[in-house]
């Protein structure tokens, strides 16, 4: 983890009587965050200290007499967290994250999160138990919803929590740093964010390549310059960094924009890439967030139910990340380059459903939340 990474780090410590003095009640803990090395989900985390009202958002790793006094809510969050890596298995990390949501189940809430395709079967209908019994479940996309609801979870339908975030978020100088560094100007460079592909999203890897690279192709004939964003570097299993490489030897003098390796907060900094970007075609769902949360319209290319909700319900351009036409793509990217999105209501809807949430898993009103 870098440097940066550390500034907002959290610790696994439950607060002090001061720290709870100095703090408006209810105290939150989070439950299954997933990594500060991957900057949507940082971003989440910034989010839900925002949300919450607290600088001190600790991470409960197990439930004891001092964490059942200190804490009044569980956060459950970490976007596809119980994505159960192994489709037609109950694995022990699955099992893991579930357990904790017994611990107190009256003061846990689970927000923000989204049910993948490889929660199926018997996995599902796990997590489905597990939910009926806490205070709250709230959700970022309508296929999650409908998935709990037949399986009579009382869902409410929001947005990702990252939504909360502003275009003042962004760390507008350290961004430009990162592009000055590649010699890039922003106003004409188009941003990729890519991802490797699994079981778990299994689009052809190498035909994703392939199709990136000849849209980049594209987008340099019409003059513009193109970057690939390192958006996550927390393992082989979740880093952009392979990709980028493999995009490099296909794209003639390809750059490569890194907030992990820049003088900022990588999810900071990352944002501000996205914002100051001529435009973005997002493979990764925070890169379109990010961009919506500023007042652009992105490009998706999905690859999950998350990242298809913004199209169904926000009218974001785009297709599926293992089928799309690389010239389509790219003329997409330069049609909505100067088109706006007001994420506005976006994001008093998601203030709006945390309040009411952890006012539900508190005991604590929602007036009294806000204030």
């Known amino acids: 983890m870098t440097a940066q990474a550390r500034k907002i780090e959290w610790t696994d410590a439950t607060p002090s009587g001061a720290e709870q003095d100095t703090h408006i009640s209810p105290f939150a803990g989070l439950l299954h965050f997933y990594s500060l090395d991957n900057v949507g989900d940082a971003a989440i985390f910034a989010a839900f200290q925002r949300l919450s009202g607290q600088k001190h958002l600790p991470r409960v790793t197990g439930w004891n007499d001092k964490a059942e006094a200190g804490i009044d809510a569980l956060i459950s969050v970490g976007g596809d967290i119980f994505n159960n890596g192994r489709p037609r298995l109950l694995t022990r990390r699955f099992i893991e994250k579930l357990s904790h949501m017994r611990w107190a189940p009256k003061r846990t809430m689970s927000f923000g999160q989204s049910i993948p ?59 430009r740093a990162v592009y000055a560094e590649a010699g890039l100007e922003p106003e004409n460079t188009v941003v990729f964010s890519i991802r490797n592909f699994n079981c778990m999203y299994p689009v052809d890897q190498p035909d994703f390549i392939a199709r990136i690279a000849e849209t980049m192709e594209h987008l340099k004939a019409k003059g513009c310059d193109v970057a690939v964003l390192i958006q996550a570097d927390v393992n082989d299993d979740d880093s952009d960094r392979a990709i980028a490489r493999q995009l490099q030897d296909e794209v003639d003098g390809l750059a490569v924009l890194d907030p992990f390796e820049s003088h900022g907060v990588p999810w900071r900094v990352a944002f501000g890439i996205v914002d100051l970007a001529a435009q973005v075609i997002g493979t990764r769902y925070h890169t379109a967030v990010f961009r919506m949360a500023a007042g652009k319209m992105p490009i998706g290319l999905w690859y999950s139910n998350k990242g298809e909700d913004l199209n169904t319900r926000f009218g974001v351009p785009g297709t599926h990340a293992g089928d799309f036409d690389p010239v389509e793509i790219a003329e997409l990217a330069l049609q909505y380059r100067d088109i706006a999105f007001n994420c506005g209501p976006l994001r008093s809807r998601v203030i709006e459903d945390f309040s009411k949430a952890l006012a539900a898993a508190s005991g604590v009103v929602a007036k009294e939340i806000a204030a």
């Open 117 to 175: 395709p490889s929660c199926t079967g018997v996995s599902l209908r796990l997590l489905a138990w597990h939910m009926k019994r806490i205070s709250s479940v709230t959700v970022r996309d309508i296929a999650s919803a409908e998935k709990l609801r037949k399986l009579g979870v009382n869902v409410t339908l929001s947005v990702d929590s990252a939504f909360a975030l502003t275009k003042s978020d962004g760390d507008e100088a350290a961004a």
